[in-house]
């Protein structure tokens, strides 16, 4: 799967394909290209990470040189924790 920008909508488009074309029950490990990817919405990376970070677990946490504790956003779902995934970056 190749995901170009994390743009508003793309959580909705990806969660389309991943209970479609990209189930659990039809893949066996997954392979995203974000290659030239220039970023975007960090909402929507982090509701695209809620399938594969394990319930509970922190799937972001933000330091910030002006406050002392990390925010973190936490894992809701946890739907596809048990298979490999491999991510393409550049560098």
């Known amino acids: 799967m190749q995901i170009s920008l994390f743009d508003f909508g793309v959580s ?5 394909a991943m209970n479609t074309k ?21 909402d929507e990376v982090v509701r695209m990470l809620d399938y594969f970070v394990p319930t509970g ?27 490999n995934i491999i991510l393409l970056i550049n560098g």
């Open 12 to 16: 909705d488009d990806f969660a389309s």
């Open 22 to 42: 990209f189930s659990p029950t039809k893949c066996g490990k997954y392979i995203f290209d974000l290659r030239n990817n220039p970023g975007g919405s960090l």
């Open 57 to 83: 677990q922190p799937s972001v946490v933000i330091k910030s040189k002006s406050e002392n504790t990390p925010r973190r956003a936490q894992a809701l779902s946890g739907k596809i924790t048990d298979k």
